[in-house]
């Protein structure tokens, strides 16, 4: 069922614009969606007590079991990790994370609309059944065949851990270290593991900025670090993460020389453009 949480949660996004799909005849009206729970309700009992709560946009969702409230909450950028099971609110299971299989990851914001807003509300440790209005899920097309045209869905999930991409914050000139070939580079965290050579597969965390602040690349986008022979990137790469050691997370400032060059890349980086990374190195070998 893992396959399907692509589907389930991403394609239909893609769907929803698809403006020549038919329309069914007659839509529910409704501003901001009202909906009753099902009875009985799909997926694990309430606890004695709980109270169901009311987002703005619609959204009804309950705690199920209270995680570490102290802790922060994803936003809507992060890559969240989670168990999960989805039901249709006549019961019908059509999605699920299996208990004893690892759990998904995927980037939040790429997400139905229902679960964007509702694992915002979430600390990690904690399980939620969310109630999510048609508006909020797949709409008036639903997603064939799990899931009807106009179908409210009922989740339960069960947040186990999020990542963030970091913020771009360009470093003060005082911060930096410079090596001889005009790569700059800042250590925000120091690393005790193993350091890699050029010919060296690494495993990285890494985000990527131009100057402006405008993020071109990431790893946290497809929700999972990045592998690659460090001698098939960039120079300002090859060189700079030789600098680091497993753990460490640097912030290097690359001159186009040792970035795209007076050509750039696929439209998106310019011409000689300065370029800014976030790495944090996870793994050295393959």
């Given at each position: 069922?893992?396959?399907?949480?692509?589907?389930?949660?991403?394609?239909?996004?893609?769907?929803?614009?698809?403006?020549?799909?038919?329309?069914?005849a007659?839509?529910?009206?409704?501003?901001?969606?009202?909906?009753?729970?099902?009875?009985?309700?799909?997926?694990?009992?309430?606890?004695?007590?709980?109270?169901?709560?009311?987002?703005?946009?619609?959204?009804?969702w309950?705690?199920?079991?209270?995680?570490?409230?102290?802790?922060?909450t994803?936003?809507?950028?992060?890559?969240?990790t989670?168990?999960?099971?989805?039901?249709?609110?006549?019961?019908?299971?059509?999605?699920?994370?299996?208990?004893?299989?690892?759990?998904?990851?995927?980037?939040?914001n790429?997400?139905?609309?229902?679960?964007?807003?509702?694992?915002?509300?979430?600390?990690?440790?904690?399980?939620?059944?969310?109630?999510?209005?048609?508006?909020?899920?797949?709409?008036?097309?639903?997603?064939?065949?799990?899931?009807?045209?106009?179908?409210?869905?009922?989740?339960?999930v069960?947040?186990?851990?999020?990542?963030?991409?970091?913020?771009?914050?360009?470093?003060?000139?005082?911060?930096?270290?410079?090596?001889?070939?005009?790569?700059?580079?800042?250590?925000?965290?120091?690393?005790?593991?193993?350091?890699?050579?050029?010919?060296?597969?690494?495993?990285?965390?890494?985000?990527?900025?131009?100057?402006?602040g405008?993020?071109?690349?990431?790893?946290?986008?497809?929700?999972?670090?990045?592998?690659?022979?460090?001698?098939?990137?960039?120079?300002?790469?090859?060189?700079?993460v030789?600098?680091?050691?497993?753990?460490?997370?640097?912030?290097?400032?690359?001159?186009?020389?040792?970035?795209?060059?007076?050509?750039?890349?696929?439209?998106?980086?310019?011409?000689?453009?300065?370029l800014?990374?976030?790495?944090?190195?996870?793994?050295?070998?393959?």
């Amino acid at each position: 069922m893992r396959a399907l949480l692509a589907l389930a949660l991403l394609a239909p996004i893609v769907l929803a614009q698809d403006a020549a799909a038919p329309k069914p005849a007659e839509a529910p009206k409704a501003e901001v969606p009202q909906l009753t729970p099902p009875n009985p309700l799909p997926g694990a009992p309430l606890p004695e007590g709980a109270v169901w709560q009311t987002t703005p946009s619609g959204l009804r969702w309950v705690v199920l079991q209270k995680g570490d409230d102290k802790a922060a909450t994803p936003g809507i950028d992060a890559i969240v990790t989670v168990h999960y099971a989805g039901w249709l609110e006549s019961g019908t299971l059509f999605d699920e994370s299996k208990a004893d299989a690892p759990p998904a990851s995927f980037p939040l914001n790429r997400v139905i609309k229902g679960w964007a807003e509702g694992l915002q509300l979430m600390h990690p440790g904690d399980k939620v059944k969310f109630h999510i209005p048609w508006q909020l899920a797949y709409g008036e097309k639903g997603r064939a065949p799990q899931i009807p045209a106009y179908a409210n869905l009922v989740f339960d999930v069960d947040l186990v851990s999020f990542t963030s991409p970091p913020p771009f914050a360009m470093p003060a000139d005082a911060d930096l270290k410079t090596t001889p070939s005009g790569l700059r580079y800042q250590v925000i965290k120091a690393g005790t593991g193993k350091a890699p050579e050029a010919s060296d597969k690494v495993t990285v965390n890494y985000a990527g900025w131009l100057t402006s602040g405008k993020l071109f690349d990431s790893s946290y986008k497809n929700g999972k670090p990045a592998t690659f022979q460090l001698d098939r990137v960039i120079k300002g790469w090859t060189e700079g993460v030789q600098l680091m050691q497993e753990g460490a997370v640097y912030k290097f400032v690359v001159p186009a020389s040792l970035g795209y060059g007076p050509q750039g890349a696929g439209g998106v980086i310019p011409p000689d453009a300065t370029l800014v990374f976030q790495i944090e190195l996870l793994k050295v070998g393959a």
